[in-house]
């Protein structure tokens, strides 16, 4: 099938989106995980599409179907998705709603096994890289816009404006996740940026992902190129 000439407010910008959880393994058979179901994530990638955008999905493990007209690239642990975004790169637009697993282990080459009378074995856990405030910490491949999640149970938008800073990025999507929506259909989002906080009703991620779509075609524009 032939393709048409991309239209729409973000035709023409390359869109990299991070989604889903990342497993890191604990030996052959075992792994660390979270409970993002990539729900967002998927659904930011398809309205980014549908606004006429090329976009690369770089997704761990979810049950999820590839959304139409974007490219994904499978992945599973946190290293994998810093390679596999790297390799996406340069792209106008950065959004990092993947749940990336805060530590790996020292994985075993065996399964670990029990033996009678031991104590549990102790998991020796490493730092992951932060994809996205690595990201935002390019220089000349830094994208325009590069926008990240932050998933609270607590002091919401205390720590979204923490995260805003310190990993230097141009918004921050804050949700508060004490109140079941993993896995769920909605999301409550409160938009954080240096001007000040914008908050949403609780709206379908499909809703939330249209809506920051807009809100990202807006913001290229006003920082023009
Ligand atoms: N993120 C990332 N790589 C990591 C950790 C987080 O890219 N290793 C991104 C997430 O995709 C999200 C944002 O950073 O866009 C915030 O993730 P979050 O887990 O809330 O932040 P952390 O800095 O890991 O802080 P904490 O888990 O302690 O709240
Ligand atoms: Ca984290």
Known sequence: TALAPASGP??????????????????????IANRSSGKQ????????????ARVTLVSGPVNLP???GVEVRRVET?????AAVDAALPADVFIGAAAVADWRVEAAG??????KGDSPPA??????????????ARGRERPRLVIGFAAETENLLAHARDKLVRKRVDLIVANDVGSGVFGAGENEAHLVTA???????????????????ARIATMLEASAG
């Open 10 to 31: 973000l035709a023409g910008r390359h869109v990299i989106v991070t989604s889903g959880p990342t497993h890191e393994p604990i030996d052959p058979v075992r792994y």
């Open 41 to 52: 994530g998927h659904a930011i990638a398809t309205a980014a599409a549908r606004a006429g």
């Open 66 to 68: 590839d959304p139409a």
């Open 78 to 82: 946190a290293r994998e998705m810093l």
């Open 110 to 115: 065996d399964k670990i096994k029990k033996k």
């Open 123 to 136: 998991l020796a856990l490493v730092e992951n890289p932060d994809i996205l405030a690595d990201v935002a």
């Open 195 to 213: 001007e000040g906080v914008e908050s949403w009703p609780r709206l379908g991620k499909d809703e939330v992902a249209s809506r920051l779509v």
